[in-house]
């Protein structure tokens, strides 16, 4: 047994690890960060002891500084970087100041247009418009405003879920959504596809638009079935204390810093075995996004020498797999992280209904080949 193999059999364990003790053991799920900080560390160093053609993986300066600097550095706005973390600082300090304002707001609204209505704009609109505001600030309007929402506890989840597969869905459709979209059009911007700023619209519009409305049904359909409390309940948005604020923010620099470290960790495996996987495998196979960083994962398999049903498989695949658990996504870790939803609640919803979407999107995507459309 060489080396390369040995290194992949203890990351397996791992990733079985990460996949599994968030539902089993109530420790790991009440200190998820820090366990996948700890997870992506033992994946890191464990990936040192490898080669891949020569090439080296685990701890190296710049993988170090890209997890320091990925929470906090997404972009610049006039020379200041803004990432993640400041967002849901700020945010979270805005809301803080202006809570009763808000909350007044988010009760005229409620009072004004129906529930069901006001779920479908919720869920499709944020879904529409993530792509141009980001994931992330997307998340956090939605988990103001399912928190100040007349529903009990797990119409809260529900919802929430849904409005993560939407946002996750829509912010691919622009390199301004999410890392994974930004990462797309930077690998495909040269021969032969010279990705520009809607390439990833053009190309997958026709599958997400359509989802994300069906999204804003199934918030509907999903509450009719649930049934509303007697006489509703009362619109209430809790006030939290600064440093609640503070702390949710640092849990979140800390995911960020463990979902680093997990896909850099995982790369040989990713690149030994994944990365060979023909289209309709790797679609399945990028299921894994659901506890992967899939922005990791797309930057390890999207290729200009990739077909374009290949590209379109792998990250459909990627995308519906990452609102499948909390690690998969960013607004999932938002959304979570702030309305203390735990790996098994948001498993009851995020898990049957990405494996709905995944079997309805194979077909889309692959009956086509079959019957030799493309």
């Not at 009440?30 to 090439?55: P, R």
């Not at 374009?308 to 690690?327: F, V």
């Not at 938002?334 to 995944?358: C, D, H, N, Q």
């Amino acid at each position: 047994m060489d080396q390369l193999m040995i290194v992949n059999i203890l990351l397996i364990c791992i990733f079985i690890a990460v996949l599994v003790l968030p539902f089993k053991v109530k420790k790991v799920e009440e200190n998820l960060e820090v366990f996948l900080f700890l997870c992506g560390i033992a994946a890191l160093t464990i990936s040192s002891f490898a080669t891949l053609n020569g090439e080296p993986f685990g701890w190296t300066p710049a993988i170090v500084i890209e997890a320091l600097t990925a929470p906090v550095m997404i972009t610049t706005v006039a020379g200041i970087p803004i990432g993640i973390v400041q967002i849901v600082l700020i945010v979270g300090l805005i809301i803080y100041f202006a809570h009763n304002q808000i909350q007044k707001g988010i009760q005229i609204l409620v009072n004004k247009v129906p529930l069901h209505i006001l779920v479908f704009c919720l869920i499709s609109g944020l879904g529409l418009i993530s792509s141009i505001i980001s994931a992330i600030l997307a998340a956090i309007i939605l988990v103001e405003i399912v928190c100040a929402l007349p529903l009990g506890r797990q119409e809260k989840i529900g919802v929430t879920v849904i409005s993560c597969f939407s946002i996750g869905l829509g912010a691919v459709l622009t390199p301004l959504g999410e890392p994974l979209s930004t990462i797309a059009i930077s690998k495909l911007s040269g021969d032969p596809y010279f990705a520009g700023f809607w390439f990833l619209f053009e190309m997958l519009g026709i599958y997400v638009i359509p989802a994300v409305l069906a999204m804003g049904i199934l918030g509907v359909v999903f509450l009719r079935r649930q049934g509303t409390p007697a006489g509703g309940l009362e619109c209430v948005l809790v006030r939290e204390s600064i440093r609640d604020v503070v702390i949710r923010a640092g849990k979140v620099y800390l995911f960020i810093m463990a979902l680093v470290f997990l896909g850099e960790g995982f790369k040989p495996l990713i690149l030994e075995y994944i990365v060979q996987i023909p289209a309709e495998g790797l679609y399945w196979v990028n299921t894994v996004s659901a506890v992967l960083d899939n922005a990791t994962l797309a930057a390890a398999e999207i290729e200009p020498s990739l077909s374009e049903i290949q590209i379109k498989s792998a990250l459909m695949g990627l995308l519906i797999a990452g609102g499948m658990l909390i690690p998969g996504n960013i607004p999932n870790i938002i959304s979570a992280g702030k309305m203390g939803i735990t790996s098994k609640e948001w498993a009851r919803y995020g898990v049957p209904l990405g494996f709905a979407l995944l079997l309805i999107y194979f077909a889309f995507l692959f009956v086509p080949t079959y019957l030799g459309i493309y």
